[in-house]
């Protein structure tokens, strides 16, 4: 497997453009989520979906954050208007459904840098 | 809420040595994963080794071993015969057991930034 692939690995924007990020789970796996590195706030969740289904959205910043997932194989996160602040490394990430009392490992893609300007 | 501490910013070891990456979390929960990242510069995010916490033996994978103190609350990622490819920011990760709908939240601890010397 090709593992989570997201694009573009590089994005740079000017403030107050859309930017669009993509991202396809590994194959199989139900459960997909986006996650956000800075240097000040570290790894954060966003939003995660389960089957496409959004399921927590508690982390997605504002109103200007949206994320979709139109089929099994494909997400998107949005952020319309950006702004300089939402300069970060976007992740992310796929995983299996829980079993039970059990969990399966979350795998990561390589990330996408945004620099807005 | 869960945290995770990780008190060392920083460290270093020269190549064919042993270091520990400490790790603290703080957790109500009786059934959780700890997992440990590695992120090389490359930025990307890989799976080192997984934990379970109802499992008292301590995970294991190649070089890479913890030392899983349930009752301090403790998760220490042991290197083994440290390489060169090892340099690395390393985060220790907490998740809680899904069960009973649980969000599927990996929160992560601030990293450690290793360090192999030739």
């Known amino acids: 497997d090709a593992g989570v692939i997201q694009s573009p690995r590089h994005e740079v924007t000017e403030m107050g453009q859309e930017v669009t990020l993509r991202c396809k789970p590994i194959?199989?796996?139900?459960?997909l989520f986006w996650y956000r590195q800075t240097m000040m706030r570290g790894l954060e969740l966003l939003i995660y979906?389960?089957?496409?289904?959004?399921?927590?959205d508690s982390g997605m910043p504002e109103d200007r954050f949206s994320a979709k997932m139109p089929n099994a194989s494909f997400s998107t996160l949005k952020i319309q208007p950006s702004e300089p602040r939402d300069s970060a490394v976007y992740f992310c990430?796929?995983?299996?459904?829980?079993?039970?009392?059990?969990?399966?490992?979350?795998?990561f893609g390589p990330g996408t840098r945004l620099t807005v300007l | 809420a869960q945290t995770v501490t990780q008190s060392q910013p920083e460290m270093s070891v020269q190549e064919a040595e042993t270091v520990t990456l400490s790790c603290t979390y703080d957790?109500?929960?009786?059934?959780?994963?700890l997992f440990w990242y590695k992120q090389p510069p490359s930025r990307q995010m890989i799976l080192v080794i997984r934990?379970?916490?109802?499992?008292?033996q301590n995970a294991t994978e190649n070089r890479f071993s913890v030392n899983f103190q349930k009752a301090a609350k403790s998760f220490s990622l042991k290197i083994s015969d440290s390489q060169l490819g090892d340099t690395a920011m390393y985060f220790c990760?907490?998740?809680?057991?899904?069960?009973?709908?649980?969000?599927?939240?990996?929160?992560f601890g601030t990293g450690t930034l290793l360090a192999v010397q030739p």
């Open positions: 979906f389960n089957n496409n289904v959004p399921i927590d």
């Open positions: 990430a796929s995983s299996l459904a829980p079993s039970g009392l059990h969990t399966d490992t979350q795998y």
């Open positions: 934990q379970e916490a109802y499992k008292q």
């Open positions: 990760a907490f998740m809680r057991s899904p069960y009973g709908g649980a969000t599927n939240k990996l929160i």
């Open positions: 194959s199989g796996h139900d459960y």
């Open positions: 957790t109500s929960e009786s059934n959780y994963y």
